[in-house]
T-cell receptor
Framework: GAVVSQHPSWVICKSGTSVKIECRSLDFQATTMFWYRQFPKQSLMLMATSNEGSKATYEQGVEKDKFLINHASLTLSTLTVTSAHPEDSSFYIC???????????FGPGTRLTVL | QQQVKQSPQSLIVQKGGISIINCAYENTAFDYFPWYQQFPGKGPALLIAIRPDVSEKKEGRFTISFNKSAKQFSLHIMDSQPGDSATYFCAARLNQGGKLIFGQGTELSVKP
């Protein structure tokens, strides 16, 4: 089956630093990937849609200069949280669509804690 | 119009019982309705999905019932097991390759 991985699975950083999270589709090519944020006991909130070779499309209210998304290849998308602050602490999850299907596969998530 | 409303927020079911989670939507342009299961600290995993031209889909103990005229769909988990204890999300999609709109989630607890 289609597998999506994320790295790292958890990260702790100091306030003001930047953190990069990788999302990889391991056994399929994904022209479209999505980045979500999830706070405890809440639903998934879509942050942006990442298309290979083009600029990401951000949801309303998501700062594109703070959450930098790069989708340079058909198997890799990265999310960089710049100048992280404690309020950015959350569970970040990516997903990828298997081309030609309806199915959106999710990664295992990355727990970010900003001190 | 883009919202998907999910209920109940939490559900406690005895082992062997039937768990029922409901979702409602407004936008008739939605064309795909998946259900995801999420365990604590993990990413969501696709459980079962349906298109609006089908009224019911069954996979093992999991069944989606879809009522197009009422703009509602539900997940039924038959013979619920403690291992089914997780958070369940319904979702809806506008077009192939498009983003998913998620419901608020239902925390299911199956008591032994």
């Amino acid at each position: 089956g289609a597998v999506v991985s994320q790295h790292p699975s958890w990260v702790i950083c100091k306030s003001g630093t930047s953190v990069k999270i990788e999302c990889r589709s391991l056994d399929f090519q994904a022209t479209t990937m999505f980045w979500y944020r999830q706070f405890p006991k809440q639903s998934l909130m879509l942050m942006a849609t990442s298309n290979e070779g083009s600029k990401a499309t951000y949801e309303q209210g998501v700062e594109k200069d703070k959450f930098l998304i790069n989708h340079a290849s058909l198997t890799l998308s990265t999310l960089t949280v710049t100048s992280a602050h404690p309020e950015d602490s959350s569970f970040y999850i990516c997903s990828a669509i298997l081309a030609g299907t309806d199915t959106q596969y999710f990664g295992p998530g990355t727990r970010l804690t900003v001190l | 119009q883009q919202q998907v409303k999910q209920s109940p927020q939490s559900l406690i079911v005895q082992k062997g019982g039937i768990s029922i989670i409901n979702c409602a939507y407004e936008n008739t342009a939605f064309d795909y309705f998946p259900w995801y299961q999420q365990f604590p600290g993990k990413g969501p995993a696709l459980l079962i999905a349906i298109r609006p031209d089908v009224s019911e889909k069954k996979e093992g103990r999991f069944t989606i019932s879809f009522n197009k005229s009422a703009k509602q769909f539900s997940l039924h988990i038959m013979d619920s097991q403690p291992g089914d204890s997780a958070t369940y999300f319904c979702a809806a999609r506008l077009n192939q390759g498009g983003k998913l709109i998620f419901g608020q989630g239902t925390e299911l607890s199956v008591k032994p």
